[in-house]
């Protein structure tokens, strides 16, 4: 069964604690992007991956941290510097750069109590 | 940066009756549009996408139209049934030929409810 998994579903942290976020993808795909929902917001890019060992940072970039190791996983670590970190996490992936449709993985919700 | 603007932000309709969804686009490079539709606890899944080279396109009961012109962009869906109640992003993009990644900026989302 190929898609993309992040775990887990609910999360919940002290502040001041860091986290990471798991995602993983067997699709293959080249490109991988990690997002923020809010209510009334939408998804704002956090960051994303082309190839495996390179990322780039996207809109609302500070206080997390991404790496790309290995081409089916990109985890997102949510530091203790991020001032807002409750939330609702999504991972996508895209076969590479281009327009190519991103496959969303089910969300992790964090919440910093 | 590009800023997109989705309206309304909550839609209600009889079961039967079309949805119209709008949105609207600040950069006039962006060239890539595409819909996406989330139900409740579950992530985003892309339900139809336009390019810039087009001004509409169709998948059964839903259609996408694009302005260039106006830099809008509206999401059309036909006889709507209750399965469609969800919310519904449009996302704008420029995509390059020398890469750089599909970096998709989100309108804030409609709530759609489709009431028998």
């Known amino acids: 069964d190929g898609g993309i998994t992040q775990s887990p579903k609910y999360l919940f942290r002290k502040e001041g604690q860091n986290v990471t976020l798991s995602c993983e993808q067997n699709?293959?795909?080249?490109?991988m992007y990690w997002y923020r929902q809010d209510p009334g917001q939408g998804l704002r890019l956090i960051y994303y991956?082309?190839?495996?060992?390179?990322?780039q940072k996207g809109d609302i970039a500070e206080g997390y941290s991404v790496s790309r190791e290995k081409k089916e996983s990109f985890p997102l670590t949510v530091t203790s510097a991020q001032k807002n970190p409750t939330a609702f996490y999504l991972c996508?992936?895209?076969?590479?750069?281009?327009?190519?449709?991103?496959?969303f993985g089910p969300g992790t919700r964090l919440t910093v109590l | 940066g590009e800023n997109v603007e989705q309206h309304p932000s909550t839609l209600s309709v009889q079961e039967g009756d079309s949805a119209v969804i709008k949105c609207t686009y600040s950069?006039?490079?962006?060239?890539?549009f595409p819909w996406y539709k989330q139900e409740l606890g579950k992530g985003p899944q892309l339900i139809i996408d336009i390019r810039s080279n087009v001004g509409e396109k169709k998948d059964q009961r839903i259609a996408v139209t694009l302005n260039k012109t106006a830099k809008h962009f509206s999401l059309h869906i036909t006889e709507t049934q209750p399965e469609d109640s969800a919310v519904y992003f449009c996302?704008?993009?420029?995509?390059?030929?020398?890469?750089?990644?599909?970096?998709?900026?989100f309108g804030t989302g409609t709530q759609l409810k489709v009431e028998l």
């Open positions: 950069d006039s490079a962006s060239n890539y």
């Open positions: 996302a704008a993009s420029i995509l390059r030929v020398t890469g750089g990644g599909n970096k998709l900026t």
């Open positions: 991956s082309q190839i495996v060992n390179d990322f």
């Open positions: 699709l293959n795909h080249d490109a």
């Open positions: 996508a992936s895209s076969i590479g750069a281009g327009a190519h449709e991103q496959f």
